[in-house]
Every structure is written in structure tokens, then in C-alpha cells.
């Protein structure tokens, strides 16, 4: 090998460690430890931090969210455990997952009544709408003995501060039972959305 190619070469080889080196881990969420059936103002983990985007407006009540489990044969293992909203009156209220370092791509696994739509929406820090994915109906089970079926929403943007689920109509339910982040390079933590930016 003539050394102009080794030396070409040899930083191809740097530049492609660099760029490994530099991209960060995805990082995933699971609510197994969550208590079920318990609503909750506020959930936090690794960081994100889950609640309703924003306050009940039918009721003086606290937005909350909640866990249930993701019900199967047992065959498998422990049931999957979901969150979702909890105010059975207003299931038009997203859930908010709120990232302060930042993402860069945000997936959700959820699990849904059939027919049920699911929204995901991404927004920057100052509540510019970033990216959205959506089906128009949750996959339904192909036998009562079936689990509801597992489907994946993401989204994508430069700099994801927060991301909206939504969907559910009365009656419906939505629950969010992995969420999967790549979180963009360690920075100053972003504020948290306020109620205008969370609803624009």
C-alpha cells in the first residue's frame, strides 16, 4: 500500500471513531417500577419528567397521570406497565414527557383500545412544533385471548425540549409503555415549558 492510501486511510478510520465517539447512547424508559392504579401529579425517569400538558379545565382537579399494566398471558414474563392520563374526563389532555438535556429523536411503544388514534408531537423550548408522527387507529388484537398489540411512534428534531402524546377519545385509552431518547450532548439543562409554551 502506497502511503499517500495509508495516510488517507488512516483518517477516514479517525473520522468515522470520531463520530462514534461522539454520538450518544439511547437512552429507554420503562414504567415496570411504577406503582399501578395510583394517579400522580408527576412521574420522573432518568431525568424526564412525565405529567399532563396542562391543567383540567372542567374541573378544579390536579392533572394527573397514571400506570396499569399492559395485561398478557403470563407466559412471558411480569406484565408491561403504561402510563397515561388519568382524568377519565379529558382524555383530550396530551401527556407531556419533558426532557431538560434535551433529544435529538424521541420513540414511544404504546398500546391502545382498538381503534383508537395516537398523536406524537415534538416541540424546541420555546414550543415551536418540531416533528410529529401519528396513526389514524391502534392495531387491534386478532383474538380476545390476545394482548393488545404493541406499535411505535418517533419523532426527530435538532433540539426536542419536550414531547405530547395524545389521541384518546372518551372512553379510549392510550398508554405509553417504553419510551426510547437520544439525548443531545451534555449542556446547560433547558427550563421547563411553562403552561403557554406547553399548549401553543
Not at 21 to 38: H, L, N, R, W, Y
Not at 69 to 87: E, F, Q, V, Y
Request: hydrophobic content about 45%.
Amino acid at each position: 500500500m502506497d502511503k499517500p492510501t495509508a495516510t488517507f486511510l488512516g483518517l477516514l478510520f479517525a473520522g468515522f471513531l470520531s463520530v462514534a465517539q461522539a454520538a450518544e447512547p439511547e437512552t429507554v424508559i420503562t414504567f415496570d417500577s411504577a406503582q399501578i392504579g395510583k394517579p400522580v401529579p408527576t412521574w420522573t425517569a432518568k431525568a424526564v419528567v412525565f405529567e399532563l400538558a396542562s391543567a383540567p379545565v372542567r374541573s378544579q382537579a390536579v392533572g394527573r397521570v397514571m400506570f396499569f399494566p399492559h395485561l398478557g398471558s403470563g407466559k412471558t414474563g411480569p406484565d408491561k406497565i403504561g402510563i397515561l392520563n388519568a382524568m377519565a374526563e379529558e382524555q383530550a389532555i396530551p401527556v407531556q414527557a419533558y426532557f431538560p438535556m434535551g433529544a435529538s429523536s424521541v420513540t414511544v411503544s404504546f398500546w391502545a383500545s382498538t381503534g383508537c388514534p395516537a398523536l406524537l408531537e415534538a416541540f424546541d423550548k420555546d414550543g415551536n412544533l418540531l416533528d410529529k408522527a401519528s396513526v389514524d387507529s391502534a392495531p387491534s388484537r386478532k383474538s380476545p385471548a390476545e394482548m393488545e398489540p404493541n406499535f411505535e411512534l418517533t419523532v426527530k428534531g435538532a433540539a426536542i425540549a419536550y414531547v405530547h402524546f395524545s389521541g384518546p377519545r372518551r372512553g379510549d385509552f392510550l398508554a405509553a409503555e417504553q419510551v426510547r431518547f437520544t439525548p443531545l450532548p451534555a449542556t446547560a439543562p433547558s427550563p421547563a415549558p411553562t403552561a403557554a409554551a406547553a399548549t401553543k
